[in-house]
């Protein structure tokens, strides 16, 4: 459904082509210096039209703050925050009313709901995440104020990819180009290749990886809710994304236990790490207190610029061709995205964890 | 927590060397035939000491039926069953007792508990996913009346891979080999590697994939309960899954959209298809009627038989070496764990779409 | 929190002198019809300002459609409502600033929160019920359609009851009368009393009752999501709500089984009923077909117009008097937010035993 | 469903005639001394067989403890308990194999699950009401370790009732006579009553009151999971439940606000404190440090021991007629399923609280 956390959680609303869309964010402590230019800032960096290699469309994507803050600071109580729709142009999405676009959610909404708001994809449209973005940008000023941070960024676009060590990356570099890499070559190179795609009329996929310090030991709730299970289902719940992997991922299982483990020892702190992080800062569903770093995979956007063969919703055979404005890839806009729904997952953790010790409720 | 699922929901209970483990199945619709038989093969799969590359530990992990089934058919009220421990060894463990072992759940237990039984890894060891078999094996007895059946598979044990179009594989074959690949050949290759590595004293990881077929189109909740969402999050609260990827997954990042996209057709029987299947059977979250395809990856297993470094609870310097029986490779005994936890997610999304009453399910 | 129900959901935001309130409608089925002015009809029986018995502010409360709904029905998306808040008189609230209202939730709020929005209370003020009623409305245009209706009174003011019977009254008369009872004569002397108690600058509670009819056999979750703990649930977080009783409710306990049990009997066209219904149409915790009825207690209002002792936030004696306009009594406005908690609940019941689909609901 | 709470969370199974029933403890923080001495005491204070004015039905009700606990203490990992049925006498039910015993939950599962074990009312039974005494008794253990207590009683029988000033009444009372009423002279009534209603082969109902003392201020989770709102879904999930009210209830609506408020005042420690407790330790849906005060509605039970007409599943006139051993008055034994509800919503309140303020959880 439409709410996503347990403890923090965020309720969202809105199609592509609707009024408005909205999010209301429940269970944020009381006492949160709220920064309404931070969270616009957040969206932003998600919003159409921030570059040659964006779509073109326009959006203001400008936050009203309705409910939940008082005197600059959260009340404990409900944040209703909302973004007006302006750029609707519902005429371009006519003739795609009956039609079945290829890859889109257009058949599967209507196999479930029976009806559907075609504009523009109207709640399956990638417009949503404009909500998630408001939501995590609350979640994130939260978690700042415990010392967590969230460094999202692009790591391969098509071929072109990053080194696989983020410890060597300058995380400084993501915002300083359009296509949000820590690497200012290889982000050349993709920005290049992107708009070649876009040249093409066509579209390209990638990744996106994060990167989260400063999470204190013992976030996750196994055996189910597991801290890595949750990040999962957050990413798979953005659109377009089709796979994630923490830690060693996929690469991991070729490798042998004795090579795998991350050995434990005491920092001259005294505080426990390990020596290396393929467990990507989770053990056994449970931060480790080191990086949590995973990746998210993203498909090329299913709108491309030339005629694709179809059905509409009788059987018969039809034409689709992308009109209006879209993007070649989806990756840049969707690294505040990762962020986003990384901030909300840790925030739900962090409410129904220092909730659970019996030694913590005792001290209060 | 130790509950996964909103309408068809298991909750699970008990420790690696506790008295038993146990599962509450509730949400399952009354008037499905009980099959005890079929849920002690599925726990038969998955248990202990099944072959020469799995741990020889032995465990019976015969099931006990508590409630909720009456005259052999489901009554819609909770199904309690039940699986007595009988290997224990405790003695085996008292040398991890303050000791973290590396890359297992021991630190991190100890960070978010304070306490923990630390006997054969206590709740985080996968003696766990007993219970999510036997729950699983309920579901999928609910599906298989709907006509949905689930066919996971060893498809990569380190470098050794099975073909990626999973339609050229014979899934008869699967359990005519005790490493559960489809291909013989590659099987033969998978058991030999298995085999050395245990003569190392180490261990390996391996992919599962699966593939679901007979859904229907419709299951889903977007926008964050998505279908691959809820399998996603299924996946990776399973021990020492690392990644998970549907459809073309990691590899369709790299495609063109002119590519990557699958178009529909109508067959001769007027339903709508795909005439290929990238999406991995899911579109815009909701199932579309194609096979569901996804890939999980499992970590070599930490315990191994050689000496490692490691600090105990106070931070000093220890010496941890795997002692008694452990599994060289895990991915065999998954395979029937991937399908039990699909089973569970899927049952849920029925459920959730189409209400609690057999009959009428089976009217739709 | 501020999300109530599982499959059928609304989640509000909103304080009383904040810039909006509003309403996320989540599980709605597709294909209802909408009608706006029947969710403005509902707004406008709980508005304040409505006659001379309920408080004088004003307030247009009039609801805007953010989403959810295309072409005049729902399309299974969230449906997103709005409320604008005008009349705010912030200035009348600041003498409250410090000081804890006696039977307010200032103290509470403070207690739980550390800061509040003390401006009309607030999130603690009635008005968030605005968002219920115009959720509730959804629902109810929902059940409607599964022949299901909704006729709650006011039974009791202060000492003034109309008959426990309520198969002898007249609901036809509910609306004609601004106390909203469906005895008229009753009517007339609750109105007085009322008003009299208003010109004592005091307040008065009373009971709203409610009677459900067309609700299908078969509704509720047992064991502990009985639909009768539920309504109650429903009803006790409205707020001033004191007490919830069922069918014999209270007074059934000084009755014997002999005279309380309902006999079952098979109508003329077979349908299984009870000759009486002491069970108040729920048997189990499951809907039986029959009448459901229940009984709701609402306190006075706290807020009178004479001065009152308190203390401020560091403990100083104080003094307190109502300012503004307040209601005297407020089970007239109460009524239709009941009506909405009980539309909320059915719904929520129905969507949980029945699925997500209007069509295949409709077909059972 | 057949999970109550969200934090701290009970999921129960069993049938009356099952092999066994059992609960599964949820997220009961890590560190609690675990004392089964005290379990099995309270479930002996609800077992049947205990008087002469309860059924005579014996079961032995020990309690088997199967995760969870280890060295004593617990682990917050989920906690097993077991209960094994004994004296089922099946052949005693067979005679309601096909018929609706009137104002039981046969009809009604009849009509919700299509199927259900007969025997003894499956579990519909009271029996299951174990399993809810076995888990209260955990959240009591938690709640104790922060000075939380739980004082029920039986307020009313019949048109026999005490005090409604509970301060005037004696807790230490309530163990010392079978009826569990605070009033010793009362106490005789009500057992003589019982007894009479017994000989006539009768039922009869009566009212558990609670007080819960120790409560701190600011557990409740507004605006829908109000404190007073999941305290009333608690005891109306209680079989044979029909009403709950707190503080004044429905007396209190006969009331005038300039009598009803609770005024403030700070006490010699500063604490601040009501001068009365018409709000029952409960405002704006949180408490406020005083008393918890509640009352519980129970009908008669429906098993009465003369003939009665009925019908059964097709229709056909039927006399049904108790057999076997039955409480005449079901609330000596509700005293502790009341209490154990009572502590599984506040323990539930107090994990979703503890972690919902920012100040707190940066203390730690």
Redesign the interface.
Known sequence: ????G??F?I?????SH?????V?I??C????QFDLEEIQNELDRRKPGQSKITTQRKEADSV?????V??G?T??????L?IWNQDQRSKDYSHIKDV?R????D???H???????YRGG???SAR?TAARVAGGAVAKQ?LN??GIKFNAYVS?V??IKVSDDYTTLDFAEVEKNIVRCPDAEKAEAMIELIDQ?RK?R??????VSCVISGVP??????????L???L??????I?AC?????????A???????T???????DDA?K?R?KTN???G????????EDIYFRT????????M?D????DKD?NEATVSGKGRHDPCVVPRAVPIVEAMSALTIADM???????????????
């Open positions: 459904m439409n709410t996503f347990k403890a959680r309720t969202t609303f809105g199609e609707g009024k408005a869309i909205g209301t429940d269970g402590p009381a006492g949160v009203d703050v309705l409910s939940g008082f005197e600071v009340t404990g109580t409900p944040i209703g909302l079945f290829p890859s889109h959610a058949y599967t909404y196999a479930k709901y029976g009806n559907r708001d109207g709640r399956s949503e939260f104020s415990l391969e098509g071929d795609v093409d066509d579209t390209i996929g990638g990744i030991a013992g976030l996750g709730e196994p055996v189910f809710d597991r890595n299970a949750e999962g289902k957050a990413m798979l719940s659109n089709k796979g994630f992997e923490y830690g060693s991922g996929f991991g299982t070729k490798l042998r236990g004795s795998h483990n991350d050995a434990f020892y005491a005294g426990i390990t393929l467990s990507g989770i053990q056994g569903g449970i931060s480790n207190g995979a993203f498909k090329p956007v299913a709108t491309i030339v694709q063969d179809s059905i059987g962090v409410i129904r964890a220092k909730g659970n010790r019996l030694d913590q409720i005792l001290d209060k």
